[in-house]
C-alpha cells in the first residue's frame, strides 16, 4: 500500500494556506505559505495516521490525485509502522496472536505500531515477515 495521499492546497485571504485531505476528512492543517503548508501537511499526515492505529479504526487506501491536489508523503517511520498495522487487520490477526508469532507480549506489539516510539527496521522486518510480508522502498522525486 502507499501512504502518499492526495491533497487540496487553498489560499486563505490572509495569505495563508488551508490543507486538506480528501481521503483523510479529519486531517486539516494550515501554513503560513504554501512551503509551510507541504510542511504542516506531512506533520498532519502522520499526526492522523498515528491516530488511526491508535484508536485501531481503519486506513483507507489513497485516492488517485486530482488536477491542482498534491501528493504528501506518511514519513517513512509513519508509513513502515503503518503498513504493518494494515497488514496486520488484513490478516485478521488480534495484537495478542502477532505477539505470540513474534514470541513477545501484547505491549510490545503495541509499541511496535506506535509511531512516537522508536523501533527497529529489524523489528518490523521481522513482524511483517511473520504475516507473510514485506517492505518495498521506492524513491520519487517531488
Known sequence: MDFAYPARFDREPDGRYT???PDLPDAITQGE???DAIEMAADC???TIGAR???RADIPVPSPQKRREVRIAVPVHVAVKAAL???IRQEGISLSEMARTLDGQPVQVRRLLDPGRASSMKSI????SAIGRRVCVSLETR
Open 19 to 21: 490543507v486538506t485531505f
Open 33 to 35: 505559505n504554501r512551503d
Open 85 to 87: 498495522y494494515v497488514a
Open 125 to 128: 522486518d521481522q513482524a511483517l
Open 53 to 55: 492505529i491508535a484508536e
Open 45 to 47: 499526515l502522520a499526526e
